[in-house]
């Protein structure tokens, strides 16, 4: 491949990306001879970005290890730093939340040294992530700030779009539902207007959560299962386990709760599978709650013990705490 056609492949490949087609970039990119991908750190990292969209992990860890490495190895600091950003989302979607943090925090300080807005900006945001998990509201807000700040300077509103849904659920953690709805539309609109469909997936089925924590189920179910034909077109397997969790929400809401405790099932099996422990904290403490409310008092507190034992191993205090109400003083306590 001459210097021409490596430009073309990789204006292809950035361009499926840009709209959400992973699978895309994947099938691209695994047509192109092996040693030619492997030698630039530019095709390396968005064939490892794309396979971790895709909920692969192992094959993403590959890539973006070997991006890293060819990037540092031909001096490449601004590749090498977006290298950093993405091995740290790998870790974090993997639950080594520290790792992540590390690998954050270098590629923050590298890439405001570099003046490369649009790493900031990524490296801001998912310090917010973390920041959100540990409860720590504030520092993720401020976060999220910062990582808007430095996309609208990077004229990126993928990027913008994602930091306003990560500050959304922000504002949802902390109750207030209406400052949630208002950034999440916000959010929505944007990742419409950058032609991503993964991110307006993302988007919308935030939005729908947060309506179903409102008090509106049929409206979230509605939204939640257009926003699961998207991720099945896309191939996002881990958005629609994700979505799945939100869709047992609506079915529990209104009653259907056997179809409720299936589905949740049915995600916590998909979240061990892919590797996403904190999804599958979330889907059994949702199981928790499914069974309190149909009485099944000590199936509720087993599954809410082995869910805050996931998210305390996760450093989510805040969501651990949250479960509580659904166990006995003494193991409160514990």
Avoid at 216 to 237: F, K, W
């Amino acid at each position: 491949m001459n210097a021409h056609e490596s430009l073309r492949t990789f204006q292809r490949a950035h361009n499926l990306a840009a709209t959400g087609q992973h699978a895309g970039v994947v099938e691209l990119l695994s047509g192109q001879p092996t040693e030619e991908v492997e030698s630039s750190p530019s095709l390396a990292l968005l064939l490892g970005i794309a396979q971790a969209r895709l909920g692969r992990d192992e094959e993403a860890h590959h890539w973006v290890a070997l991006a890293l490495q060819r990037s540092r190895e031909r001096g490449d600091r601004a590749a090498e730093t977006r290298a950093l950003n993405v091995s740290g989302a790998i870790a974090l979607e993997s639950g080594r939340v520290n790792e992540a943090a590390a690998c954050f925090s270098r590629a923050l300080a590298e890439a405001e040294r570099e003046g490369d807005h649009a790493t900031v900006g990524r490296c801001s945001n998912n310090l917010g992530i973390i920041a959100n998990m540990r409860g720590d509201y504030g520092r993720a807000v401020g976060s999220y700030m910062v990582a808007l700040a430095a996309f609208q300077r990077a004229d990126l509103r993928s990027g913008v779009a994602e930091a306003l849904h990560n500050l959304a659920i922000t504002y949802r953690d902390q109750g207030d539902l209406a400052k949630a709805k208002e950034t999440a539309d916000r959010a929505l609109e944007v990742a419409a207007a950058s032609g991503d469909l993964r991110l307006s997936a993302l988007a919308r089925g935030g939005g729908a959560e947060i309506r179903l924590l409102a008090g509106e189920p049929t409206v979230a179910e509605r939204a939640i299962e257009r926003v699961m034909e998207t991720q099945r077109r896309v191939g996002n397997v881990v958005g629609e386990a994700q979505d799945l969790r939100v869709l047992a929400g609506c079915l529990a809401a209104q009653g259907n709760v056997e179809a409720a405790k299936a589905t949740l099932l049915d995600v916590l099996e998909r979240a061990e599978i892919l590797g996403r422990p904190l999804l599958a904290a979330q889907a059994e403490r949702d199981l928790a709650h499914v069974a309190h409310r149909s009485g099944r008092l000590d199936e509720a507190r087993d599954l809410a013990l082995s869910a805050r034992a996931r998210f305390l191993a996760l450093g989510a205090v805040a969501e651990a705490s949250k479960l509580s109400e659904l166990l006995p003083e003494e193991e409160v306590q514990a």
